[in-house]
C-alpha cells in the first residue's frame, strides 16, 4: 500500500473530498490543497512512529564481536529504538546495559535483537505493514483533528484507532498490545 492511498481513505473522514479526488485523478493541488497534504503525510508518520513504539515493533537482529565489553551503538545498521534483549554465542540471553553510546554485556559475541523507528516516508512511498490502510487512516485523520482543535471529532478517530489496532495486535502474531493499568 502507498501513503497516498491513506492519505486518500483519511481525506473522506476528515471532509476533505475534493482534496482525496485530485490525489486519485494526479491532478495538480493548489497551495492550500498541498499545505493539508503535507500536514497528512506528517501524520501519517507520526502515526506510523505511534504504532511501531508501541503496538507492533520492526525489529531487527545482529550478531556483534564484543570488544571490553562494549558494542557501540554506532555499529549498528539502523538506530536502535530499543533493545529488546543479547544473547551470547551460545544462545543464552545475557544481562545488559545500555548506555547513550554503547551497549554493556559480559560475552565475547553477541547477538542483540532491537526494535527500530520506520524510516520518514513521503506521500508516493510505500509502506511496509501488516495493517490495514484504513487503521492507519483513523490514526492520520485523529491526528490531523487534533491539530485543527476539534477535539470531539479526533476522540471518535482516537477510538476506532485503538480498537481496530488492539483487535487486530490480538488475532495478529506480529503486534502486541501493551498492558493496562487498573486506576
Given at each position: 500500500?502507498?501513503?497516498?492511498?491513506?492519505?486518500?481513505?483519511?481525506?473522506?473522514?476528515?471532509?476533505?473530498?475534493?482534496?482525496?479526488?485530485?490525489?486519485?485523478?494526479?491532478?495538480?493541488?493548489?497551495?492550500?490543497?498541498?499545505?493539508?497534504?503535507?500536514?497528512?503525510?506528517?501524520?501519517?508518520?507520526?502515526?506510523?512512529?505511534?504504532?511501531?513504539?508501541?503496538f507492533?515493533?520492526?525489529?531487527?537482529?545482529?550478531?556483534f564481536?564484543v570488544?571490553?565489553?562494549?558494542?557501540?551503538?554506532s555499529?549498528?545498521?539502523?538506530?536502535?529504538?530499543?533493545?529488546?534483549?543479547?544473547?551470547?554465542?551460545?544462545?543464552?540471553?545475557?544481562?545488559?546495559k545500555?548506555?547513550?553510546?554503547?551497549?554493556?554485556?559480559?560475552?565475547?559475541?553477541?547477538?542483540?535483537?532491537?526494535?527500530?523507528?520506520?524510516?520518514v516516508?513521503?506521500?508516493?512511498?510505500?509502506?511496509?505493514?501488516?495493517?490495514?490502510?484504513?487503521?492507519?487512516?483513523?490514526g492520520?485523520?485523529?491526528?490531523?483533528?487534533?491539530?485543527?482543535?476539534?477535539?470531539?471529532?479526533?476522540?471518535?478517530?482516537?477510538?476506532?484507532?485503538?480498537?481496530?489496532?488492539?483487535l487486530?495486535?490480538?488475532?495478529?502474531?506480529?503486534?502486541?498490545?501493551?498492558?493496562?493499568?487498573?486506576?
Amino acid at each position: 500500500m502507498l501513503v497516498k492511498d491513506i492519505i486518500k481513505l483519511s481525506c473522506d473522514f476528515i471532509e476533505q473530498q475534493a482534496l482525496a479526488q485530485k490525489l486519485e485523478q494526479g491532478s495538480t493541488l493548489e497551495s492550500c490543497e498541498q499545505e493539508i497534504a503535507d500536514r497528512l503525510v506528517k501524520c501519517f508518520n507520526l502515526v506510523n512512529n505511534e504504532v511501531a513504539s508501541e503496538f507492533v515493533p520492526i525489529k531487527k537482529i545482529e550478531q556483534f564481536d564484543v570488544a571490553n565489553g562494549k558494542i557501540l551503538l554506532s555499529q549498528f545498521s539502523a538506530k536502535p529504538y530499543k533493545i529488546l534483549y543479547v544473547k551470547n554465542g551460545l544462545g543464552r540471553k545475557m544481562r545488559f546495559k545500555q548506555f547513550d553510546d554503547h551497549i554493556f554485556v559480559l560475552c565475547k559475541k553477541a547477538i542483540v535483537c532491537y526494535s527500530i523507528l520506520p524510516p520518514v516516508l513521503s506521500i508516493t512511498d510505500q509502506v511496509d505493514s501488516f495493517l490495514p490502510e484504513r487503521i492507519f487512516a483513523y490514526g492520520v485523520a485523529r491526528e490531523f483533528l487534533f491539530m485543527q482543535s476539534r477535539f470531539d471529532d479526533a476522540d471518535i478517530f482516537e477510538e476506532r484507532f485503538k480498537n481496530s489496532l488492539e483487535l487486530i495486535c490480538r488475532l495478529s502474531p506480529h503486534g502486541k498490545m501493551p498492558r493496562r493499568r487498573w486506576l
